[in-house]
């Protein structure tokens, strides 16, 4: 796999920063201008989205077909989702307690009945579709192109585990095709690192876009509730992850650093997946397992969706404040009981998590107005970069505290990028 130098990699930062300030001053000035130019930032997500599937894939079944013990693939899914578990229930308390303490949406005094929900609507009705059983069933594909012909992560991960375990099976009769699957591997990441000499030009459309489209006066009129999820997602990054990383004995600023390329490309672009395939070389880079980080990072994207979780506590519990809905403590332990099930499901769907904050209103038995979700939908732009970043940082902390614990990690390599203390210390 292709492994840029420090140099390149730099540059790629800067550019990005460049572009990120071209789009906004593009927005401010020339806001009919900068509208049009989301083309711009939808080609760049629709390049690297056509990749992601068969990366995950790829890295996934040669990692697992490499292993010699299949258990540990088992033990490593195993600590990830305990881990995930954990971490997405922080992430929800520290989102209800913000929202208690500040109140964004206190003093709006809005009548539910006076809500135009049209704008909505669209969002309630694929709320419908969210449930555990129907999650469940959706991770087995009508076929197996069908997977990759969908672009779902979840179904692309299951068949590559079940496709990695028979190649494991077989041995060294499985070389062959182990060996042409690795060549693979490397031939898209070359891809990747194509594509990705444009991201200056998607962040740079994806700004102009936003700042054209909704202006800054948007911010103002709910400047409390994204003040709100800035302080609430500063205060799990730096304060409960920041509290991981020095629990297992790396520097959180140095893997801020060491993936600011891909910070900066998901929260320009609003997506996730664009900095997907940047984030496993990187962390590949910081002396994780290769199989650690084919299955915590894909997983991550469904399971460990810290940002997400924040922001469906505070814009459930904004919309209740708005609406003047008074919820008591046992009903708010209630929604974030209903939030630890539906907040898996945010994954792989457009405007997913919308979609799941509807869910969520709608499991409360209509005690939350569904049609509320109106008065955040113009915010709601600036609210997903926020988790974006969330969920960017807390996935590379997930995958550098399952890898810690595996033997195969590189500690030297971590120590030399991220300031590993090798204090053997373990959550």
């Known amino acids: 796999m292709a492994n840029p130098g420090p140099r390149k990699r730099d540059t790629l930062y800067w550019q990005v920063l460049v572009g990120v300030a071209l789009g906004v001053a593009i927005g401010l000035f020339w806001p009919s201008f900068g509208a049009q130019l989301k083309p711009l930032a939808d080609g760049f997500i629709s390049l690297v989205r056509m990749l992601v599937t068969p990366i995950i894939f790829l890295t996934v079944v040669v990692g697992i077909a490499g292993m010699s013990d299949l258990k540990k693939v088992g033990r ?81 991960l299951l068949l590559a585990l079940l496709f990695g375990f028979a190649l494991g099976r077989l041995g060294g009769q499985a070389q062959p095709v182990t060996d042409l699957l690795h060549q693979l591997t490397r031939v898209f990441f070359g891809i990747v690192a194509i594509i990705t000499r444009v991201a200056p030009v998607a962040a740079l459309g994806a700004m102009a876009y936003t700042v054209g489209s909704y202006g800054a006066h948007t911010l103002v009129s709910l400047v409390q509730l994204l003040l709100g999820m ?13 509290l991981i990383a020095r629990v297992h004995g790396f520097s959180l600023w140095r893997l801020l650093r060491h993936i600011r390329s891909e910070i900066f490309i998901a929260v320009s672009t609003s997506s996730s997946e664009t900095a997907l395939p940047g984030l496993m070389q990187k962390m590949e880079q910081a002396g994780c397992p290769r199989p650690v980080v084919g299955i915590v990072i894909p997983a991550g994207y469904s399971f460990n969706l810290d940002g997400t979780c924040i922001y469906l506590t505070l814009a459930a519990l904004f919309v209740a404040q708005a609406t003047n809905t008074a919820l008591s403590l046992r ?20 405007g997913s998590g919308f979609i799941t904050l509807a869910a969520t209103l709608t499991a409360t038995s209509g005690k939350i107005p569904v049609a509320g979700l ?22 590379a902390v997930a995958t550098l505290v399952v890898s810690s614990r595996d033997p195969d990690f590189d500690a030297a390599k971590a120590e030399a990028t991220l300031g590993r203390k090798g204090s053997g210390r373990r959550l």
């Open 331 to 350: 009903e708010q332990l209630g929604l974030l009981a209903v939030l630890l099930i539906t907040s898996k499901g945010a994954a792989g769907v457009t």
């Open 230 to 242: 800035l302080l609430t997602c500063a205060l799990f990054i730096f304060g409960v992850l920041g």
């Open 374 to 395: 109106a008065l955040i939908l113009g915010v709601d732009r600036f609210m997903s970069e926020m988790r974006t970043f969330t969920n960017l940082v807390g996935n």
């Open 76 to 156: 490593v899914g195993g600590q990830a989702i305990l881990y995930f578990e954990i971490v997405t229930t922080l992430a929800l308390a520290l989102g209800l307690v913000v929202a208690n303490v500040f109140k964004p949406g206190a003093g709006m005094n809005i009548v539910p009945t006076a809500i135009d929900a049209r704008s909505v609507a669209g969002y309630a009705t694929a709320a419908k579709s969210q449930g555990v059983v129907a999650f469940l069933l959706h991770l087995i594909p009508g076929s197996f192109a069908g997977a990759f012909v969908e672009n779902d992560l979840l179904q692309v």
